[in-house]
């Protein structure tokens, strides 16, 4: 059963919104502390995440972009806010799908089940700003065209996307490689992130690895 999580802070909505998608079939998470919506969804795998935009504390523009930044889960923005310019900024940030209330439940239950079919057999890749690497043969997709990654450069760059955003230490670097930390060979990390960097610039994607002087590296959009 495919579990969607539903961030609505308006409780009839909410509650509807669940209403209908228990009837099709789904599980439903529903959000209700607006403080915390990031521990709420990741308390369970969801299959796609509805939002609305206008929330208390973090707006929904915000949410989506950490949700894509984090991982491949989709969203699919529900919202009374009907402005273009509001719909091109939720799919610059990621998001699948954009509908404007009211919305009728077989529009919803259409477009609901359509970007859950985009998404099958997706499990095992990661996203990155506008690639995708598959984790089990390490394929990058890109550019409408496909590159299978040498093993450690792979390895690396699956490292790097979960945990964008965040610092990735030596020792976890090393782990990935080698699965050891007993002795890092700095070396042989070094030489293994250049040809990850020159690959990742021969390739113009929008993301680089930076270093964080003393800490470690970290992936940045350039």
Known sequence: MKRIGIV????????????????????????????????????????????????????????????KHKGTTPVCV???????????????????????KPCRKERLLARVSNVLKRYEGRKHLLEGKKFLLDQQTYTLYIHDESIVLPKNQGKLLEVFLKKRGQIVTKEELSI????????????????????????????????????IRGTGYRLEIR
């Open 78 to 100: 529900l919202t009374s806010r009907d402005q273009m310019a509001d719909e091109l900024r939720a799919l610059e940030l990621g998001a699948d799908e954009y509908l404007t």
């Open 176 to 211: 990935a490689l080698w699965d050891t930390i007993d002795f890092i060979d700095e070396n042989a990390l070094q030489v293994n992130l250049t040809r990850l960097k020159k690959t990742m610039q021969k390739l113009h994607m929008e993301e680089e690895i930076e270093t």
């Open 8 to 67: 609505e802070d308006e409780v009839f909505i909410r509650e509807e919104l669940g209403e209908i998608l228990e009837k099709a079939g789904y599980e439903v998470v529903a959000v209700e502390d607006f403080e915390k919506v990031e521990e709420e969804l990741s308390k369970a795998p969801l299959d796609l995440v509805l939002l609305d935009l206008n929330l208390p504390g973090k707006s929904g523009f915000q949410i989506c972009r950490e949700l």
